[in-house]
């Protein structure tokens, strides 16, 4: 069965410092990649998401970036961390076998800056 | 652009009721698919229903079913017969084709459940 990993789960970092958050799948081949970020009491915000190896697209401009080095691997990066990136980091993948494929999340990261 | 609209931003139910969550969307492309979220207090979303825009019966699993009226944009997710660990955020998204299965989602509705 699939399953995806996603960590550190709590993250306390000053601002200004780099971030890097890792998320892995297994189980699966060629899958559809995401980042989302979740403000408190709030929906989903799409950051990025890849289709491929080396493939990534943003949705909105921010401090942060994203990389997909291998086939399972996203990485979500920043050089340097704003207040403003506080926030639930959640990973998730998808099978491009049909529309009709959910997306299924890790366990996310809770970012703080202080 | 597509859009999901949650109007109820917390629900109440007693324990062994049913209850609606409503949904409403807005898109001009004629395939799209609809899915429910559950998200609990520890954060991790679970997938629960789709419903495709071209399905002919309203979906279900166990004690979810999704009350799905085309004409009126409206995916509404219903739980039968409320436990007390139902009480989470649930979230209504929307996919549509050839969006490189990106989901749009609403804003959630707290549901908590009463003993």
């Known amino acids: 069965s699939q399953t995806i990993h996603q960590w550190p789960a709590t993250l306390v970092q000053p601002v200004g410092s780099p971030l890097s958050l890792e998320c892995t799948v297994e189980?699966?081949?060629?899958?559809?990649l995401y980042w989302y970020r979740q403000a408190a009491g709030r929906g989903l915000q799409l950051l990025f998401y890849?289709?491929?190896?080396?493939?990534i697209s943003s949705e909105v401009p921010q401090n942060l970036s994203a990389s997909r080095p291998q086939d399972r691997q996203f990485i979500l990066s920043s050089k340097k961390l704003l207040l403003s990136d506080s926030g639930f980091y959640l990973c998730?993948?998808?099978?491009?076998?049909?529309?009709?494929?959910?997306?299924?999340f890790g366990d996310g990261t809770r970012l703080s800056i202080l | 652009a597509q859009k999901i609209t949650q109007t109820q931003p917390g629900m109440f139910v007693q324990e062994k009721e049913a209850v609606t969550l409503d949904c409403t969307y807005d898109?001009?492309?004629?395939?799209?698919?609809l899915f429910w979220y559950k998200q609990p207090s520890s954060g991790e979303m679970i997938f629960l229903i789709y419903?495709?825009?071209?399905?002919?019966q309203n979906a279900t699993e166990g004690r979810y079913s999704l009350n799905f009226q085309k004409a009126r944009k409206s995916a509404n997710l219903v739980i039968s017969a409320s436990q007390l660990g139902d009480s989470a955020m649930y979230f209504c998204?929307?996919?549509?084709?050839?969006?490189?299965?990106?989901?749009?989602f609403g804003k959630g509705t707290l549901l908590t459940v009463n003993p």
């Open positions: 890849s289709v491929g190896i080396g493939q």
């Open positions: 189980g699966t081949s060629n899958p559809n």
């Open positions: 998730a993948w998808s099978s491009r076998q049909g529309g009709n494929q959910p997306q299924h």
């Open positions: 998204a929307m996919r549509v084709t050839g969006s490189n299965y990106k989901l749009t």
């Open positions: 898109t001009s492309d004629p395939s799209y698919g």
């Open positions: 419903q495709g825009s071209y399905d002919q």
